[in-house]
């Protein structure tokens, strides 16, 4: 039985705030050059009653975007500064969990713009030593009504 008529859409605010270490050049900053998200969905309602396990995880969907940004922006951060936006994602559950990882590379707060994508975006050709990786740890998906 095909659901897909049946996915629901879950938003998510998002925050992100830098704090680097402060002996750091005063010209350094972040750019965000894209995400990468696992999005698990909890087991349907019909599984849970079935098996009694109300633990049960369904589909896993990993999203690749390590050079798109999020919701088509590629910020600039310098210390203390933070980037909010609004997302979403289709869940064929009510319920599920979302973790990942944002991709960032150091750059030159004097020289660098904020982009969005399509834009030249520079840092997207820098080496490993210029670029990392941050952790978001897992967080709740849930659909309001």
Request: proline share 3%; with cysteine; aromatic share 6%.
């Amino acid at each position: 039985n095909n659901n897909n008529n049946n996915n629901t859409t879950t938003t998510n605010n998002n925050t992100i705030e830098t704090d680097t270490d402060e002996t750091k050049d005063k010209r350094c900053a972040v750019q965000l050059l894209g995400r990468t998200w696992n999005i698990i969905e909890d087991g349907t309602e019909d599984d849970q009653e079935l098996t009694n396990d109300n633990e049960g995880q369904g589909a896993v969907v990993t999203v690749r975007a390590p050079t798109t940004g999020v919701v088509g922006h590629l910020p600039v951060l310098r210390d203390g500064e933070i980037f909010e936006y609004m997302s979403g994602c289709e869940l064929a559950t009510r319920t599920g969990m979302m973790d990942g990882n944002f991709h960032m590379a150091w750059v030159d707060y004097d020289t660098t713009d904020s982009a969005k994508v399509g834009d030249p975006v520079e840092a997207l050709n820098f080496g490993e030593e210029e670029k990392f990786v941050v952790k978001v740890a897992p967080f709740r998906l849930t659909v309001l009504e």
